[in-house]
């Protein structure tokens, strides 16, 4: 007889999560999530990912879940030594005993990166080999117009099509729809700040379903054999819609 089945509780999604630009300062978690979602031929190499997050931090976005300070002990012991040195303000006349505030800067101890979305703006229609490269750059990380070509590799900040490079959700927090929470939140925001027209990526034919249910198209096969496997290209128009109730 077999042994019995043993309900699951559904996973919730983690507290305090938070949906911020990445920065260079976010390289090392970065790069460890990428090692944890993505085969080693598919993965962005640290060089890729440290180049991206320097030129265009503001085309990525990383999912954290924060971590709080407790500041309920500092308030107490803000209101004893009140207390024990009789400090008399005028503004705290009515209330002292009853109100302290927070302490002027932030309570976030620690952000742990639990999902990311990477991508530049790009010279082509659609995601090719140079798009997805480095250029040779100058001291000021702008591409050496010395070398042909060299302007149509990687990061082209005049360009109105971003082409997103990679999307991953850790492995711990899959199946909560995390994914589609954080490409929508990406073309949303790229929508409102009007920094390109259209979005693309190349995904596996399995991922096709996903992101056709987030507004992307199919586009068919993509001549790019990125890794020497096939993907799909898709696309996302960007309308630039105002919205009805802005005041």
């Known amino acids: 007889m077999s042994a019995p089945s043993q309900t699951q509780p559904p996973r919730q999604r983690p507290q305090h999560l938070c949906i911020r630009p990445l920065t ?19 993965r962005a190499s640290r060089e890729k990912l440290k180049y991206r997050l320097s030129v265009c931090p503001e085309l990525s976005s990383g999912y954290f879940v924060r971590e709080f300070e407790d500041i309920g002990a500092e308030a107490v012991e803000k209101k004893k030594m009140k207390k024990e040195h ?7 006349q009515d209330d002292d ?24 703006k790009i010279y082509d229609q659609k995601i ?4 997805m490269g480095i250029p040779k750059l100058t001291e000021d990380l702008l591409p050496d117009p010395t070398v042909p070509n060299n302007d149509k590799v990687g990061h082209v900040e005049g360009s109105r099509i971003i082409g997103i490079h990679s ?7 899959r199946g909560l729809k995390l994914g589609s929470l954080l490409v929508k939140d990406y073309l949303q925001k790229m929508n409102q700040q009007c920094v390109a027209d259209r979005v693309v990526l190349i995904a596996k034919e399995k991922l096709v379903p996903f992101y056709k249910s987030i507004e992307f198209v199919d586009d068919g096969i993509s001549k790019c054999k990125y890794a020497g496997v096939d993907w799909h290209d898709l696309h996302c128009v960007l309308t630039h819609e105002e919205d009805d109730d802005d005041m």
């Open 24 to 42: 260079i300062y976010d390289l090392d978690q970065v790069e460890a999530l990428e090692a944890r979602g993505f085969d080693d031929a598919e």
């Open 167 to 173: 999307v991953v959700i850790d492995q711990k927090y």
């Open 128 to 131: 090719t080999e140079r798009t």
């Open 97 to 120: 005993d009853e109100f302290i505030l927070p302490p002027p800067r932030s309570t976030v101890k620690k952000e742990t990166l639990i999902g990311h979305i990477m991508g530049t």
């Open 86 to 92: 009789k400090v008399e303000d005028q503004d705290d």
